[in-house]
DNA sequence: TAAGTTTCTGAAAGCCCTTCCATAGAACCG
DNA sequence: CGGTTCTATGGAAGGGCTTTCAGAAACTTA
């Protein structure tokens, strides 16, 4: 029914070695049979059967990438990097979004059938621990993005040195006062950023307002959403507390969520209340964040790079990567009077 | 090296058939046998090969998505759709993102590779000619979303109705002049938006004026981006010509540019100008946009499930479907003088 | 109890490819 | 020109599964 490499050979009058050859580009054919091959299979529009091929050579080209809150701006992006670096070698992407923790075991034991994917991407999520051995005892190379495991490759944003710049930004323009409104420390992230925050103060000789440090309580995407943002400056702002005049935010969303607050009290920013968040989501420019930027799409391309690397050489050393983040000067932090709206940011 | 049907036939002295009998859950198996096979699969961590069952089955339960532009939120959130009905039915999604015609085709190729995917789901993009004979001839199943052919499936959005409605919406309010900023005319939609915006317009015995009417030429993502509502609002207004109190623009996105450049410029909304978009795109809440609503979730669940029927029934009546947009009225248009910023919406 | 049914099971065939191996023939060498 | 080396080629094996087929075993029935 469908064409394989049977007809081909016996149309040619070759073996279906040699078809096999010709169509893998082996040097050892002639150029006459390779002529006659090529010509008939282009007759017959043949195309090679995917699995039949990878069963055959062990090998899928194909990859699997397990990520949270389909929705997130940040995994688009990051995304994004994976699919056009991917594609530039002909591999196949399969996408698993996995909005909980039975999800994403079900995903990864999908990812470890045997032949399915060569390798697997994980985004922010903590691998179970039952998967660890899991993994390597199958050699399934897999690869963590913006979380981390001492036993896999990994690459991440350092938190730490983000949350300092951020909040050495404010100081840097002349806040004392300032506070943090943070995800759901559940989150590594969170407490990551949060520590930094703290440090950074402390360093400075700043004191620390434990009562202008929020915490977020939400479990959805772990506080890193809009309406935990709207919900904490609410809250704040209802309490009747003198508010302080800068805050660092946990993540771009936040401060988005933060800002429908504020402007619903007639706060404005950057003149009351200066702000810095971090992502950079793609969005973050149409309300002029200040923010902490993380190279997204670089990240899903090293991802892949590094994939790539593991599946050669299984025995490589481990490796992790550390991307700094970069300050993004917009409006939202008061630093630039004369910012305009403009698509180069 | 790993562990296959026949070490389970071995172990549990029983044939490799009756294995994989069990593992598929046929009845004909005494109750003895599949607990012999069972307990000998679980103590062995057997896992099925996903490419040999794909050969063997003719089935890969696999299928490919290609989508343009892949960070537009539009697709973002279809995808969504397309990935949890697919995994509740345990299949896989590879994604393709096509930025241009070459990708287009090379990812149109990919997916006729017999039996790499079961499937292929078209978003956006126009079917290339060639592509028709050929998809009908391999009997590869195509289903096309928020694009059209004759000859195959498809999920589209009424721009008719919606663009109507918008109109509709804004001349209930009491506006007279009216403008509409569309993307490029290249775009079906904005074709389909434009035509019924002026017939809508006539039907209510009001002027067009041409003047007020703006397609985009920008190619990227055909006009339907931040930057072509942008520069488009701002030509408007240092033109000098007298303003519309009211537009229709043809995306989301557009709105949010347009929105940036009349608060540049003093311009308030709705109070100056009213606003009524298209799309209801997650971020159009935090901008307050009166928009039309697709249903965007639904439309990738619907598109996956005419897929599925497809797969089962090749010879089934092509169907096209069309989904209406319904008017969310948040501030932009003014209809809503005390609207709350809120998640509800 | 013999014949006829039905149920379960093992093994072979088939899915389509890659790769290894053996061979035929060409090319080379002294 | 016989023997050796090399190259191109055909075909079998193998990858891991599903499914068909035929036979064995268990069960009916008269």
């Given at each position: 029914m469908a064409v394989t490499i049977y007809d081909i050979a016996r149309e040619a009058n070759v073996g279906i070695g040699t078809v096999s050859r010709v169509l893998n580009n082996s040097?050892?054919?002639t150029t006459e049979t390779r002529d006659k091959v090529v010509t008939v299979a282009k007759r017959l529009n043949y195309q090679p059967h995917a699995f039949a091929q990878a069963l055959a050579r062990k090998r899928s080209n194909t990859l699997s990438a397990i990520i949270p809150f389909f929705t997130n701006y940040f995994f688009i992006q990051v995304l994004q990097g994976v699919q056009e670096t991917l594609a530039a070698v002909g591999y196949d992407l399969i996408i698993h979004g996995a909005n909980t923790q039975e999800q994403l075991e079900e995903y990864l034991v999908r990812s470890m059938r045997?032949?399915?994917?060569d390798g697997t991407l994980l985004f922010s999520l903590e691998l179970p621990d039952v998967f660890v051995e899991n993994f390597i005892d199958k050699k399934n190379p897999l690869v963590l993005v913006d979380t981390f495991h001492p036993l896999f490759d990994s690459i991440r944003v350092d938190n730490v040195i983000g949350a300092k710049k951020a909040t050495e930004h404010l100081i840097s323009l002349g806040h004392t006062s300032i506070g943090m409104l943070n995800?759901?420390?559940?989150s590594v992230r969170a407490k990551e950023r949060l520590s930094s925050f703290k440090e950074t103060m402390q360093l400075h000789g700043l004191d620390i307002h434990?009562?202008?440090?929020f915490n977020s309580t939400f479990t959805k995407n772990d506080g890193f959403s809009r309406e935990a943002g709207y919900d904490a400056m609410i809250g704040l702002i209802r309490s009747g507390a003198k508010l302080p005049t800068a805050f660092f935010v946990s993540s771009d969303v936040q401060a988005i969520g933060m800002l429908a607050a504020l402007r619903e009290n007639q706060i404005?920013?950057?003149?009351d209340i200066a702000i810095v968040s971090f992502d950079d989501i793609e969005i973050a420019k149409f309300f002029d964040l200040t923010t902490m930027r993380q190279p997204m799409f670089e990240m899903g391309e090293i991802a892949v790079k590094k994939m790539l690397e593991r599946i050669e050489n299984p025995s490589a050393p481990i490796s992790s990567t550390n991307f700094t983040p970069t300050l993004v000067v917009r409006s939202s932090c008061g630093?630039?009077?004369?910012y305009i709206f403009s698509d180069s940011n």
């Amino acid at each position: 029914m469908a064409v394989t490499i049977y007809d081909i050979a016996r149309e040619a009058n070759v073996g279906i070695g040699t078809v096999s050859r010709v169509l893998n580009n082996s040097p050892k054919v002639t150029t006459e049979t390779r002529d006659k091959v090529v010509t008939v299979a282009k007759r017959l529009n043949y195309q090679p059967h995917a699995f039949a091929q990878a069963l055959a050579r062990k090998r899928s080209n194909t990859l699997s990438a397990i990520i949270p809150f389909f929705t997130n701006y940040f995994f688009i992006q990051v995304l994004q990097g994976v699919q056009e670096t991917l594609a530039a070698v002909g591999y196949d992407l399969i996408i698993h979004g996995a909005n909980t923790q039975e999800q994403l075991e079900e995903y990864l034991v999908r990812s470890m059938r045997k032949g399915r994917v060569d390798g697997t991407l994980l985004f922010s999520l903590e691998l179970p621990d039952v998967f660890v051995e899991n993994f390597i005892d199958k050699k399934n190379p897999l690869v963590l993005v913006d979380t981390f495991h001492p036993l896999f490759d990994s690459i991440r944003v350092d938190n730490v040195i983000g949350a300092k710049k951020a909040t050495e930004h404010l100081i840097s323009l002349g806040h004392t006062s300032i506070g943090m409104l943070n995800a759901n420390l559940k989150s590594v992230r969170a407490k990551e950023r949060l520590s930094s925050f703290k440090e950074t103060m402390q360093l400075h000789g700043l004191d620390i307002h434990e009562e202008f440090i929020f915490n977020s309580t939400f479990t959805k995407n772990d506080g890193f959403s809009r309406e935990a943002g709207y919900d904490a400056m609410i809250g704040l702002i209802r309490s009747g507390a003198k508010l302080p005049t800068a805050f660092f935010v946990s993540s771009d969303v936040q401060a988005i969520g933060m800002l429908a607050a504020l402007r619903e009290n007639q706060i404005r920013v950057p003149e009351d209340i200066a702000i810095v968040s971090f992502d950079d989501i793609e969005i973050a420019k149409f309300f002029d964040l200040t923010t902490m930027r993380q190279p997204m799409f670089e990240m899903g391309e090293i991802a892949v790079k590094k994939m790539l690397e593991r599946i050669e050489n299984p025995s490589a050393p481990i490796s992790s990567t550390n991307f700094t983040p970069t300050l993004v000067v917009r409006s939202s932090c008061g630093a630039n009077k004369n910012y305009i709206f403009s698509d180069s940011n």
